[in-house]
């Protein structure tokens, strides 16, 4: 989608204000029923650039200077913060078009927005980013921001069928977004294609890199049948097109890396809403409290010892990527599960929030239910990971035609 919207911008075929209006129309006839929106209020760009004319969504954690920033809750109805944050800046400074707010957990954490899944009706879209997953599956603007704690970028990128990326941590400016786990919170982006995240990554953000996928090691990983299976045909197809593919299981400390994750989420989440939680209690949402209040029981040594846990693996990860470039595993537990409660597993995406790395949600050929194959690449490599997973793409589905 996205890719095709800027050639039709580039070569005069369309004008921003007709791609704009049919963003428009689209959400007029399917956000009744999806609930992927919080406001819809096209904002002008701030500039020119290699994003001219494209319209963006923005989940409802980042603030915005013309429209509401809620975090997902009606306790903070009516909010309207003085300036955008940093990555809505940047981007409306490259040309885009910034057309509205995304649904959002409440506070980014657990308690399920009200967006539907526009690929698996009656299943979850994910969280915490479901808006901005459901609106770009469905076609209703060409990309969207996210952000990534545990696994809110790359969970419902799978769910839905469309690409996430989650770039290294630091890389983009958190700046002017809702933090929950300072350590972990990363912002992210969904496109429907590797091809149209390599293309918004290269004008908006990086370079572009001529990556070739030779090798790449493949991580056991718990995850359903269901999952195994489409899991296991994409490494054959990709064994078939001539990538080396070595299955290895995790290095030792993972399932404490896992662990680790969830601890700091929960330490560094508990003191950030801390206020938050002694004024308004379980009205944050039932989950969140819970989880505030286990938080805040944790002792610091833990919290440390999480840390340093990471940073032991850290070294082992790198020595890894050193040796794979590519590194492959599941992109979630399976499909999305059924229900709207809930909001999905995020332990397949978690270890990599922790350790900081790029990581890409790649959509798998699917009849029926969306998944995804999760690829991860060293730290600071986000325009060779952007490109490699652009070929995966291609050889695992094909070219795909953006309408």
């Not at 911008?9 to 959400?27: N, V």
């Not at 927005?113 to 915490?128: E, K, Q």
């Not at 060409?142 to 952000?147: C, L, R």
């Not at 290895?248 to 404490?256: A, K, M, R, T, V």
């Amino acid at each position: 989608m996205l890719r095709q919207w800027i050639r039709w911008l580039e070569s005069g075929e369309k004008q921003p204000g007709e791609l704009l209006a049919l963003c428009l129309r689209r959400i007029a006839e399917q956000d009744g029923e999806l609930r992927a929106w919080v406001a819809v209020a096209p904002q002008p760009a701030l500039g020119d650039g290699p994003l001219d004319g494209i319209p963006f969504g923005v989940k409802d954690i980042f603030d915005t200077r013309d429209l509401p920033t809620e975090f997902g809750s009606p306790l903070y109805g009516g909010r309207r913060p003085d300036c955008d944050a940093r990555v809505v800046d940047d981007l409306r400074h490259a040309g885009a078009v910034l057309l509205g707010k995304t649904q959002t957990t409440a506070f980014a954490s657990f308690d399920p927005a009200p967006t539907r899944n526009p690929r698996l009706p009656g299943h979850t879209p994910g969280g915490s980013s479901a808006g901005s997953a459901a609106a770009v599956a469905a076609g209703m603007v060409p990309f969207a921001i996210g952000s990534q704690t545990l696994g809110s970028v790359l969970r419902p990128a799978s769910f839905c069928g469309v690409c996430g990326f989650k770039p290294s941590f630091g890389l983009i400016p958190f700046d002017g977004a809702l933090p929950f786990a300072p350590s972990l919170d990363t912002v992210g982006f969904f496109t429907q294609t590797a091809a149209d995240m390599n293309e918004l990554w290269s004008r908006g953000f990086g370079g572009r890199f001529d990556a070739q996928l030779h090798r790449a090691a493949a991580l056991r990983v718990p995850a359903d049948s269901c999952m195994q299976a489409a899991f296991a045909r994409a490494l054959e197809r990709l064994r078939a097109a001539g990538v080396a593919i070595d299955e290895l299981d995790p290095p030792d400390g993972w399932d404490e890396l896992l662990a680790a994750a969830r601890l700091i989420n929960r330490y560094e989440g508990a003191r950030t809403h801390r206020a938050r939680y002694e004024e308004f209690g379980d009205r944050l949402g039932a989950q969140l409290a819970a989880l505030l209040r286990e938080g805040l029981m944790v002792p610091d040594e833990e919290y440390d010892g999480a840390l340093a846990h990471i940073e032991r693996m850290r070294a082992a990860i790198s020595a890894l990527h050193w040796e794979y470039p590519a590194i492959l595993t599941p992109a979630a537990i399976g499909a999305a599960p059924e229900g709207l409660t809930g909001t999905g597993d995020p332990s397949p995406n978690a270890p990599w929030t922790a350790l900081g790395v790029p990581a890409m949600a790649v959509p798998l050929p699917f009849e029926g239910a969306p998944m995804g194959i999760q690829i991860t690449g060293a730290w600071g490599r986000d325009d060779a990971l952007v490109a490699v997973g652009t070929q995966l793409e291609s050889l695992l589905v094909g070219d795909a035609t953006d309408e």
